[in-house]
């Protein structure tokens, strides 16, 4: 074989194989596509993910569907998912607490950084402080000195020791200088269950766990730990930690659509753009406006930065307060 017919075998064969691939790319997806939730169904995570896969499955026309496996705080689906083939028919919800896990768990299965290609942002929602209805917490100030002037160490409800309540609560306590009682349960639910009951002084939460309570009157959400006020008919009159004084005390829940961490950059730019476009539609957003989501996409290198130094944070965090690796 001549020098330039080789050479015209080889050019053809490769343009062949790059247009093999992009065909097979561009049929994507053809099958279902499942989107794990590592907790089980009924909060703000699943919630976000159905709206997410109901619009996509939409826009797509192939089905997206939410497979919740919860367990061992998140690690079980979260191993799944990471370990799971690299075709872009397994993704993944992550948000706070993965984070937060490296600083308070020794050994994880998987490496939330290592293991997970980024795809976008889905959105954020603030933390918020919320109490009883009692005089002692008619607002932020009259708390805090309520709490200072207390006998006995009021009682700081979070849901399980690294969790992001617990860890908020121990940096609102240094910040107040009120050493709280740190007392565990099983959730949210629970805890602002007993807010409303008066057994425990708050809690921090987001406003998807609390809504319910707090449009009944039973709780009262005294401050949000965000860059500015919530646009909802319930938040709106609530003040940020910042316009009460307490600058750099923001801490938003937050949560990301990511996939294994060999997955194609073109099945990842596929999914990141049909994903902000459905995180954008009237439909999720109505669906989603009553949890006091702020949704808002990403570039796939800012979401890496983004969890990156989130996780640092966490770390220093959790350092700072004594907390221990387990």
């Known amino acids: 074989m001549s020098i330039f017919r080789r050479r015209t075998f080889l050019t053809g064969t490769a343009c062949a194989l790059v247009g093999a691939s992009n065909l097979a790319w561009a049929k994507y997806p053809e099958k279902i596509v ?32 939410v497979d919740n496996k919860p367990g061992a705080a998140a690690q079980i689906g979260t191993d799944a998912a990471a370990k799971s083939l690299p075709d872009g028919y397994t993704l993944a919800i992550v948000e706070l607490p993965h984070a937060i896990a490296p600083a308070v768990v020794a050994r994880l299965p998987y490496d939330v950084l290592r293991d997970f290609a980024p795809i976008t942002l889905l959105g954020t929602s603030p933390m918020i402080l919320f109490t009883g209805v009692g005089p002692e917490s008619a607002d932020l100030k009259t708390f805090i000195k309520t709490s200072q002037a207390a006998k006995a160490p009021p009682a700081m409800a979070h849901s399980g020791s690294g969790t992001v309540s617990h860890l908020v609560g121990e940096m609102f306590s240094a910040r107040t200088k009120i050493k709280f009682t740190q007392v565990p349960y099983r959730g949210s639910a629970p805890a602002l269950t007993d807010v409303a009951a008066a057994l425990v002084a708050g809690h921090f939460a ?22 500015s006020r919530m646009n909802t008919p319930a938040m709106r009159d609530v003040p940020t930690f910042a316009e009460l004084g307490y600058k750099d005390f923001e801490i938003n829940q937050w949560w990301a659509l990511v996939a294994p961490a060999t997955t194609s950059v073109d099945t990842l730019e596929y999914l990141r753009s049909e994903s ?14 009553s949890l006091g989501v702020d949704l808002k996409g990403s570039t796939r290198d800012q979401l890496r930065g983004f969890m990156r130094s989130e996780a640092e944070r966490w770390q220093t965090v959790a350092k700072s307060i004594g907390l221990q690796p387990q």
């Open 206 to 227: 987001t406003l998807a766990s609390g809504a319910a309570l707090l449009s009944a009157g039973k709780i009262r959400a005294l401050a949000v730990a965000g860059k």
């Open 276 to 289: 902000i476009s459905a995180m954008a539609s009237p439909k999720v957003q109505e669906r989603l406006s």
């Open 34 to 65: 499942k989107i794990i939730v590592p907790w089980a169904p009924g909060g703000s995570t699943d919630a976000i993910a159905r709206a997410l896969a109901q619009s996509l499955t939409e826009s797509t026309k192939q089905t997206f569907l």
